[in-house]
């Protein structure tokens, strides 16, 4: 059914479809939405779901661990600070398997304090084993977050879908909202592989000696290598049920562009228009469009890309010391290909300032007069201070 | 579709997960620090002269356990009910609970118990040691009398109480306003002793010649005969007709009489003494004046009384010394003498002298004497030095070579002359005389403080009969002890209470009953100082599991295999009933 949904309430509505047992969260702007509507639901009995108010962040993914160790579908939700605030736990959650599912909007890290978007709170945990997962509209927020528990829970890794804050979280649009039914046969309950059992006693997260832990390791490397065809399999059946998919990556007229940008979250949707205005001028561009940065789709964008005379990537983040880092990334995926596209970098947005549709153009027009990068990252739009 | 897919994953799934027990590694070596049960002493009950476990009684409030609360009581005191009412409760004033809001109202819960267990006529059950061969003579039925043949009573021994006056009780029956103490109450309490076994015969003549033959027939004899004579003033006219002693005018009223009065009344004195007659003449038409020669915070009378007597208008003049008393016929004239602080006493109290020859003339219709009371005969004191006599706290026992042990006890030798002092002075005697029969004269003293309360003075015959609280620490809980987070500010009830109107026109008594309802909920205030009250914060708190719940009385205990000595059970134990010792301690 078609509903006028504020992102926080596709996520919320999400989770409700899900049939998700325990929600373990503390509030933070902009998240706060989303887990004002569910405890709403847990309270008036829209929910069956366990909802645990804690004392922090670090307090809510740890009680999720401990939830889904018993066997039952977690969610929680968070941004920024509070992010951080999960770090040792997000490493944790993933070594043990279990698959929590996290909306997490993108909010800049302080100080100062901001509370606007941003991306560099979730994408300075790239290397926590979290699968990420960043979404460009309300309708891409529910279908991913429904998705999510079916991927989490089918590799055993824990989830995070990432949404921009208030160009995302707070902006009401149309969404299509499933149909419980249909999602109650698109994700069955869930089916630990592995839980805790009074009968038969363990003890989970035990000491793991050097003989053992590299494998360990590996074993979550190839369940993040799994994820990528497994991402494939959860759009299969979501789109045979829903007729909806996105892709790990969206390429949007690439075939013959000569100039590729490559966005991420509510940046692509004025891209779009950018490239399509574009073209109508004669100008040959194209977008790529990254949903899936964990695991990193690396064979699919070389693939993209290979024919691409020149790539630009558009960063709202920064690595400090080093660049954006999509366009690190980009590179990264790039640089062992054999005459590979020059890879521009380019700085944009901080701290929820707009990303106009003149900003990408000038993004293009900059790419497209330069042989090579000026510089490995560039910031746009910076005032005289 | 969905239907067809295959949810297993391909990779299998390496999850650290361990099957082995921890239990063979005894995490108990690393502790340096040792945390253990051990109950304490509560500031109150070393407070209460008859060494009373408030704590206890407190608890077992809470819980309902209202005859055993009471039953807690009677091991150390024969006189709930009494002392629920009369007692100037010191205990309260030594309340841990006075640092954080207010103190318990102790005396409240003591007189419900009391209440409540004569109203549904509970039997104690109490133990009682085995039948000995030794009888004891008690000479008075007062407080101090009835205490030590109670208590002779419970570790086995015969006694014989013997009192000159028609009923039992002392000043209890022929001192305390009927305000203060209803006679119904008395007589229940003395009753309640008699069922234990005490024969009291009351209308004996008391001589020289009695106690000598008593002396032959009693292996030791008390001898609590109590202060009833006033002490004179030493003032020309003091002995004029219409001058009375303050203590046989109470004797009269609680004998029957009801005189009226009218007009202005002086009574001289400040003690307890003084505020009843005062407060009598009130109730009995009269207008009172209490004069006293230093100032009324010097005062020898309980603060609560003389704050009572204020209330139904009697009023008090301070340092005014009488120096003589004259009569025209019609009214008196009491000439006193202003005086003024000069420094301060020995006890704390102010040190007085004349002010210059300034004097007032009082004109009054009557005058009471009521600065004090002493022995009625000489004889009853203890002796002032003699071999083989021994001063305790509130005894004085002498191992007379001429048969009986004689030992003296209540007013004869209390530095406080209050009710609860009475009791603590025949428990001090019963059981001085049972170490005395058992163990020999030279033994008394060391064996007595085996049984003090906390480091004394009060001693308490559960400990001394091996009860379960002689298991507790001497240690007194100080209020910085008490992990005051498991406590909420609750204001302390309010005594129900007779209007003033009333007060003034009647003897009914003045403190009125409270409901069940807000006695429990005063004793839940308590913070049961040392005390374990099973509220499982230390099981709850155990990041070891190491405390483990048993059959025990303290009903858990900790396994020391694999404590850790972190001591979170010992920071969250709210009453400080554990220690944290250092190890090999």
Known sequence: ?385 | MAEKRESESVVPLLIPRSYMSTESNLTGSWRFLKPGYAEKTAPCSTACPAGEDIGQIEMLMTQGMFKEAWETILRENPFPAVCGRVCYHPCEGKCNRGEFDEAIAIHSIERFLADTASRNEFKPSIDKLPSKREKVAVVGAGPSGLAAAYFLTLLGYTCDVFESMPEAGGILRWGIPLYRLPVSVLRSEISRIEEMGVRIHTGKHISQDFIKEAISDYSAIFVGCGHSRTRRLNIPGEDIEGVENGFEFLRKIREGEKPSFDGLVAVIGGGNTAVDVARNIIRLGGKSLIVYRRRRQDMPAFDQEIQMAIEERVEIRELLAPAKVEFNGNEYTLTVQHMKVAGKDVDGRAAIEPEGDKTEEIKVQRIFKAIGEEAAEAWYNPPDKEENMLTLGNSVLVNSSRGAALIFGGDLTNKTKSVVHAVASGKEAAIALDIFFHEGFDAIESRLETCAVGDGPPLSMEVYMGGPRSQRKRHVVVYNEINTDYFQLIPRVTQPRLLIEERLKTFEEIDLKISANLAMREAERCFNCGLCNQCDNCYLFCPDLSVIRDNSSQGRHINYDYCKGCGLCVVECPRNAMVLEEEGQ
Not at chain 1, 106 to 124: C, E, F, Y
Request: hydrophobic share 45%; charged share 20%; proline share 5%.
């Open chain 1, 1 to 385: 059914m078609k509903r006028v949904l504020e992102g926080s309430q596709a996520v919320a509505e999400a989770v409700r479809l899900a049939r998700v047992d325990v929600i373990s969260a503390y509030p933070i702007t902009p998240q706060t939405h989303i887990v004002e509507f569910l405890s709403e639901y847990c309270a008036n009995g829209t929910m069956n779901a366990r909802f645990l108010r804690v004392e922090s962040e670090h307090s809510a993914l740890a009680t999720l661990i401990g939830a889904a160790t018993t066997g039952v579908r977690t969610f929680t939700a968070t941004s920024s600070q509070g992010l951080a605030l999960m770090h040792e736990l997000l490493h944790w959650s993933s070594g043990a398997r279990v698959p929590i599912v996290m909306a997490e909007v993108n909010r800049a890290l302080a100080p100062g304090w901001n509370i606007w978007t941003d991306q560099t709170d979730s994408l300075a945990q790239r290397d926590t084993g979290w699968i990420q997962l960043y979404c460009e509209n309300g309708q891409e927020v529910i279908d991913t977050t429904i998705q999510a528990f079916r991927l989490g829970e089918w590799v055993n890794l824990p989830v995070m879908v990432v949404l921009d804050a208030f160009f995302l979280s707070h902006t009401y649009e149309p969404v299509d909202v499933p149909d419980q039914e249909l999602v109650d046969r698109f994700l069955p309950p869930y089916a630990p592989k592995f839980q805790v059992d009074t009968e038969d006693p363990c003890a989970f997260g035990s000491l793991v000696t050097p003989n053992a832990y590299m494998e360990m390791r590996y074993n979550i490397a190839e369940a993040m290598e799994e994820t990528l065809s497994r991402f494939q399999d959860v759009e299969d059946e979501y789109a045979a049920i829903f007729d909806r998919r996105y892709g790990s990556v969206e390429p949007v007229l690439c075939d013959d562009a000569e100039i590729v940008l490559v966005t991420s979250g509510t940046i692509t949707s004025t891209s779009r228009q950018v490239i399509d205005d574009l073209r109508a001028r004669g100008e040959k561009v194209g977008l790529l469009k990254i949903k899936l940065f964990r695991p990193f789709p690396v064979d699919i964008i070389r693939q993209v890309l290979k024919t691409a005379p020149k790539v630009a990537v558009i960063d709202r983040n920064i690595s400090f010391g080093a660049s954006g880092i999509f366009a690190q990334e980009v590179r990264a995926a790039l640089c062992n290909l054999a005459g590979h596209p020059p890879v521009f970098g380019y700085i944009v947005g901080l701290g929820g300032r707009d990303v106009t549709a003149d900003l990408l153009e000038d993004i293009y027009w900059r790419t497209k007069n330069n042989e090579a990068p000026e510089k490995e990252s560039i910031w746009l739009g910076l005032q005289e201070v």
